[in-house]
């Protein structure tokens, strides 16, 4: 056959091409070979039959992971428009055997390059992570700026017409240029490229003393010039003498376009599978087609587009492709048409365009019967009794965890997040934030695959891999605040064998602990978890024992360890003083085994730090404004403290300080000064006398006290400053007028809200008795 004539047929290609696709079929089918041999890793072999099974569906990837140490991984992906996929579709069409012949993952993995882990080789492409890009000198000594618009012209937009009838034509043309750049540039800076010729040269001799020479070659065109070489068998074998090994797994993952992406890293990567995606497919008029799918998303998402927006798309597309000399509109040509008619000149949308279409979501699918760890398939059937479905697209659940679908989820989603495996964060609910509802933010990564086969160590199920897991973590843990953050995780992954084990550790650690900080940094993630027992059914009364010793531990610590403090350093005890405040008030709560004296031993350790001249400013600030929210302290003893803080006896900087703590934090200390004129006056004179030379040194801490105020209760401050309530007092503030400020209810201004409150609640025309008293 005369495809064969001077050997093994080598198709060079570009990965993940869909023009060199196209190609590959056509010769294919014209040589019709004995053997296909396709660059890969031979230990994938026995898994190239899974890629005729009707689940299969790509993007798929080869994955080789170390057996004893999982996480040392590499990735082959495969698009259906990469030739080596259409390769190995085309040989299970025909009957016709396909090898893999890459250097094997057993050598890839022992060399743990972590720049390789995700090609599994040093050039996974035409354009790989090599010294140059083979495909960038093509570019440039053609005239083009753009490498990808280069290889659009020349391969994508002419098919076979442009090179004639022979289906060989473009692998010549493409392994004369290559065999140039090799020439010139060598292995392209990257010796190990040197170590994986000479083993495909060896699998191909291999080959043709099987099958005679009717054996085809699918590889990177980098390749080809140096597998056309004459080396001795000697010599190849020579190069790959000593090589380090490791024993390696290989199995089939689902893959994403996202992940094929250069953008993600991959050194073979590509700018825009999802637009490669859809020139492949599209049987005719591919630049209509891709009109037509912008304008639906475009729709989808509310925005106005016409067929006539389309039309006049695709006409500017091939106008501009006229004006540039290309022969068809390529992405440059079909984004700018996009922008101008479509987006109406805005990269917002576009920006949607480029996530969605020109880029992708799409992840593939593999066959159960692919090779997996006992975990792995544990939680496929997790996902599918659960109805879970994993999806590339970041998207939002909201559970209920009083239904059992939902809370199953839950436990599922903790569990994995407790692995390692993040497949799910939570996120802040927009409905309920009471502990029977949950949000999450999902999104399915292909890497997770390798994270799951990492965490099979710990267990065969993800129950028992997860109980497993938090017992070392809570050994191994270093920090107090680490393991009751382990406690919570466990309650809420609903491990109960972990359970026993982290309160032991954690009641060890507690005991041996004296720092107040350690203390107060690890009892709000404890007592969080004291409130999942009624929504999940958890007994936590073993942990309502040590949350109350810890409690009472930093009661007894605190007052001394706020002594003494530099700014820095009181800041940060400042908000270990706000954790424990509100770890407080859940501990406390009426109901619950520690109700009783919790709260009110606390509100004592407050009141000494509001006392003492040693402790700073801004924790006597906050103990004041901790005690008046409670309602332990008068607004009148209040306003008695902040006056001796104020008064002109103590440094502009305490006094500062002291502000910071009673209003500052984003604790709602801007509406106490709107409300309480009292208080906004004192801090009003104060600051207004406070001397020149000890201006600068407050400001920047009352711009960072009033700055955490929203723009509303800003703007309300400074209106009642200009105005002056504060300065002259209530009484007088009463007598000028100002409204908000009279002594009682204005019963004026509030009857004249009665008609529209009578339209709100459905009354129709409002009477005076209906709302009677309304006012008061």
């Not at 997790?382 to 009083?402: F, H, I």
Request: charge should be negative; proline fraction near 6%.
């Amino acid at each position: 056959m005369t495809a064969f004539t001077a050997g093994p047929l080598l198709l060079g290609v570009r990965h993940h091409g869909p023009g060199s696709a196209r190609a590959v079929r056509a010769a294919l089918e014209a040589a019709t070979p004995e053997v296909v041999l396709i660059e890969g890793p031979p230990e994938a072999d026995a898994l190239i039959p899974l890629a005729a099974e009707k689940d299969m569906r790509p993007p798929v990837a080869l994955l080789a992971h170390v057996v004893d140490e999982p996480g040392r991984s590499a990735f082959w992906p495969l698009a259906e428009f990469s030739p080596e996929w259409v390769a190995i579709r085309w040989t299970l069409e025909h009957g016709v055997p396909a090898r893999f012949i890459d250097l094997p993952a057993t050598h890839t993995l022992a060399w743990g390059n972590e720049e390789e882990k995700e090609t599994g080789a040093a050039d996974r492409s035409v354009d790989a992570d090599v010294r140059i890009d083979p495909l960038a000198v093509l570019a440039e000594t053609a005239g083009y700026d753009d490498p990808e618009r280069w290889w659009e012209d020349v391969v994508e937009h002419r098919g076979g017409a442009g090179i004639g009838a022979d289906p060989f034509a473009p692998f010549t043309a493409l392994e004369e240029a290559m065999a140039a750049l090799r020439e010139v540039y060598g292995a392209g800076g990257h010796d190990r490229d040197l170590l994986r010729e000479a083993y495909m040269r060896l699998q191909m001799r291999a080959a043709q003393r099987e099958f005679g020479d009717e054996v085809a070659v699918v590889c990177g065109a980098w390749h080809v010039p140096a597998l056309r070489q004459k080396r001795t068998v000697a010599a190849d074998r020579a190069l790959l003498k000593g090589l380090p090994k490791v024993k390696a797994d290989m199995t089939w993952v689902p893959w994403t376009h996202r992940r094929l992406s250069r953008v993600s890293g991959y050194g073979a990567g590509i700018d825009s599978p999802g637009w490669y995606g859809h020139l492949f497919a599209a049987p005719d008029r591919p630049v209509e087609r891709w009109m037509t799918k912008v304008a639906r998303l475009l729709r989808d998402e509310d925005r106005m587009v016409s067929s006539a927006h389309v039309i006049e798309a695709v006409r500017l597309a091939d106008t501009l492709a006229a004006m540039r000399g290309r022969p068809l509109p390529g992405l440059t040509e079909t984004t700018d048409a996009v922008r101008a008619v479509m987006c109406e000149g805005s990269d917002v949308p576009l920006g949607l365009v480029h996530d969605r279409l020109v880029v992708g979501d799409v992840l593939g699918e593999v066959p159960q019967s692919a090779p997996a760890v006992p975990l792995q398939r544990d939680l496929a059937r997790a996902q599918k009794r659960l109805r879970l479905k994993p999806e590339p697209m970041e998207r939002e659940l909201e559970l209920d965890l009083r239904g059992e679908t939902d809370a199953g989820r839950s436990r599922l989603l903790h569990r994995l997040r407790l692995l390692g495996i993040a497949w799910g964060e939570p996120t802040a609910s927009r409905g309920s934030t009471g502990t029977f509802r949950e949000t999450w933010r999902l999104r399915w990564e292909p890497e997770l695959s390798v994270r799951v086969a990492e965490a099979g160590v710990w267990g065969t199920t993800v129950l028992s891999a997860a109980t497993g897991k938090a017992e070392a973590d809570a050994v191994a843990a270093h920090a107090l605040a680490d393991v009751t953050a382990l406690a919570e995780r466990c309650l809420l992954a609903e491990l109960p064998d972990a359970l026993p084990v982290v309160m032991r550790v954690l009641a060890d650690r507690a005991a041996l602990d004296a720092d107040v900080g350690h203390l107060a940094q690890a009892l709000p993630a404890l007592v969080r978890s004291l409130r999942y027992g009624d929504v999940r059914g958890t007994d936590t009364h073993a942990l309502t024992d040590v949350a109350v010793g810890l409690a009472e531990r930093i009661f007894v610590g605190l007052p001394p360890a706020c002594a003494a403090l530099d700014a820095e350093a009181a800041e940060h005890m400042r908000r270990h003083v706000d954790a424990v405040h509100g770890a407080v008030g859940l501990l406390g709560e009426p109901g619950t085994a520690a109700s009783g004296g919790v709260r009110e031993r606390w509100h004592s350790v407050l009141r000494v730090l509001s006392g003492r001249d040693t402790v700073p400013g801004v924790i006597r600030g906050r103990a004041v404004r901790l005690l008046l929210d409670d309602g332990e302290l008068e607004q009148d003893e209040a306003a008695r403290l902040m006056g001796l803080v104020l008064s002109p006896g103590t440094e502009p900087g305490d006094a500062a300080a002291w502000i910071e703590g009673f209003v500052g934090g984003g604790s709602g200390g801007g509406m106490l000064l709107v409300h309480d004129e009292r208080l906004l006056g004192l801090v009003d004179a104060w600051l207004t006398g406070v001397p020149a030379e000890a201006f600068t040194d407050v400001l920047p801490l009352l711009r960072r006290t009033f700055s955490a105020y929203e723009a509303g209760v800003r703007r309300t401050l400074g209106e009642l400053v200009r105005r002056g309530p504060g300065a002259r007092g209530s009484a007088e503030a009463a007598a000028s007028g100002i409204p908000g400020f009279a002594p009682d209810l204005d019963l004026g201004r509030a009857d004249a809200v009665l008609p529209v409150l009578s339209l709100l609640l459905g009354l129709g025309e409002a009477h005076d008795d209906d709302f009677a008293g309304v006012a008061r």
